[in-house]
C-alpha cells in the first residue's frame, strides 16, 4: 500500500506536539517546588493582621514560600477579608473556594470532638493545653476533620479567654446573673453561661462592637488579644481575669488542595503550621501581662477572681452534657487530660 508523506509528516508533527504539551503539563500544582509552574494558596483568617494570628501567618507565608523557592506562594486575607467570620472561612475551605484558614470555637460545628478541648477550666495552664493539642489526643481530635473535607495542619491559639461588661466587676458566679454576654455560636460555651447564671447571646463577630456600643449586650468573653486588638476598651468598663476556657485555633486546608501536593510540599505546609503555631503562643504569652497593664491604662477596671472552685463546679453540667453528647470515647479522653495535669 502506498503511503501518503504529507499525512505521515503531518501525524508526526501532532505527535511530537503531543508529547511536548504532555512533558509540559506533567508535575501540575501538586510538585510546585520540582517544576516551573507555580500555585497560589489563600490563606483566610477573621481577627486584625496585628493580631498574634496574623503574625503568625505571616510566618506560615514566609516559610513555604522559601522553601519552594517561590512556586507556592501564600497569599493572606485577615480581618475577615475573605470568608468573613471563622464559621464562613471553614465552610468555604470545606468547598474549596479558600484553600488554608484557621478558626477556633466555631470548629465544634464540623468537629464536636473540639468541645473536649473548650470545657470550662479543663486545662490548668497553657502548657497543659500544649502538651495535650500536641500530643496523641491533639491528633485523634483533629484527625476527624477529614471527615468534612478538611485536613487539619497545627492547633494554633485564641489563648485563656476572659470576661469583660460594662456593669460590674466579676468577683463570683452569682456576678453573673442577668448579664447579657456575647458567646461565639457554640453550645458548650452558651450552656457555661447559662450554668454561670448569665444570658448567653449567640453573636457573630462582626457585630460585637457595635452591640457593645449601643448596649444591646452587657459583655463578652474573648482572649486578652483579641479584646486589645478590637478597641474594646471603647465600649467596656470592666475586664475579669477569668481563665474560664482556653481556645485553641484549628489551622487547617482544604483536602483536595492537601492532596494535590506532593510529599515534599506537603512536608513544608506543616513545617510552616507549626512554625506558625509556636510564634503565635508566644506572641499571645508574652503579651498577656503587658496587655492587662495596658488595658487598665486605657481605662478599664481589672480584676481577678479569687477563688475559682465556685465557677467549677457551678459549670461541672457542662462536662456531663459533652460526655452524654459524645460518649465513652470522649470521656476517657477527658480523663487523660486530667490525668495529665
Known amino acids: 500500500m502506498k503511503v501518503n508523506k504529507r499525512i505521515v509528516i503531518t501525524l508526526s508533527t501532532l505527535l511530537a506536539l503531543f508529547l511536548v504539551l504532555a512533558g509540559c503539563s506533567s508535575g501540575g500544582e501538586g510538585n510546585a517546588s520540582n517544576n516551573s509552574d507555580s500555585v497560589t494558596l489563600s490563606f483566610a483568617y477573621e481577627l486584625p493582621e496585628d493580631h498574634p494570628w496574623g503574625h503568625g501567618a505571616d510566618k506560615f507565608k514566609e516559610i513555604v514560600e522559601e522553601k519552594t523557592d517561590g512556586a507556592i506562594k501564600i497569599e493572606l486575607h485577615g480581618n475577615g477579608q475573605l470568608g468573613g467570620s471563622g464559621r464562613e472561612i471553614q465552610e468555604s475551605a470545606k468547598v474549596g473556594t479558600i484553600d488554608i484558614g484557621i478558626s477556633s470555637t466555631p470548629m465544634a460545628q464540623l468537629n464536636p470532638y473540639m468541645n473536649i478541648f473548650s470545657l470550662p477550666y479543663i486545662f490548668e495552664s497553657r502548657e497543659h493545653a500544649w502538651e495535650v493539642?500536641?500530643?496523641?489526643?491533639?491528633?485523634?481530635?483533629?484527625?476527624?476533620?477529614?471527615?468534612?473535607?478538611?485536613?487539619?495542619?497545627?492547633?494554633?491559639?485564641d489563648g485563656f479567654r476572659q470576661v469583660t461588661n460594662n456593669t460590674r466587676p466579676i468577683e463570683s458566679p452569682e456576678d453573673f446573673e442577668g448579664l447579657k454576654i456575647r458567646v461565639p455560636e457554640s453550645d458548650v460555651r452558651l450552656e457555661t453561661f447559662k450554668e454561670l447564671g448569665a444570658s448567653p447571646l449567640p453573636m457573630s463577630w462582626s457585630e460585637v462592637f457595635t452591640a457593645l456600643q449601643q448596649g444591646t449586650i452587657d459583655g463578652q468573653e474573648n482572649p486578652l488579644s483579641v479584646i486589645e486588638s478590637a478597641s474594646f476598651y471603647d465600649v467596656q468598663d470592666y475586664l475579669t481575669i477569668t481563665n474560664h476556657v482556653y481556645s485553641p485555633a484549628?489551622?487547617?486546608?482544604?483536602?483536595?488542595?492537601?492532596?494535590?501536593?506532593?510529599?515534599?510540599?506537603?512536608?513544608?505546609?506543616?513545617?510552616?503550621?507549626?512554625?506558625?503555631?509556636?510564634?503565635?503562643?508566644?506572641?499571645?504569652?508574652?503579651?498577656?501581662?503587658?496587655?492587662?497593664?495596658?488595658?487598665?491604662?486605657?481605662g478599664m477596671q481589672v480584676s481577678e477572681i479569687d477563688e475559682v472552685k465556685p465557677f467549677q463546679?457551678?459549670?461541672?453540667?457542662?462536662?456531663?452534657?459533652?460526655?452524654?453528647?459524645?460518649?465513652?470515647?470522649?470521656?476517657?479522653?477527658?480523663?487523660?487530660i486530667n490525668q495529665n495535669e
Do not use: C
Open 250 to 298: 484549628t489551622l487547617f486546608i482544604n483536602n483536595d488542595t492537601w492532596e494535590g501536593l506532593s510529599e515534599e510540599n506537603q512536608q513544608i505546609i506543616i513545617e510552616a503550621a507549626e512554625a506558625g503555631r509556636d510564634l503565635n503562643r508566644e506572641l499571645n504569652k508574652k503579651q498577656d501581662e503587658k496587655l492587662i497593664k495596658s488595658l487598665e491604662e486605657k
Open 133 to 157: 493539642l500536641d500530643g496523641s489526643i491533639g491528633d485523634k481530635v483533629g484527625s476527624k476533620l477529614e471527615e468534612q473535607n478538611l485536613k487539619h495542619l497545627a492547633y494554633w491559639e
Open 313 to 336: 463546679e457551678k459549670t461541672k453540667p457542662v462536662w456531663d452534657m459533652v460526655v452524654e453528647e459524645l460518649g465513652d470515647d470522649a470521656e476517657t479522653m477527658i480523663q487523660e
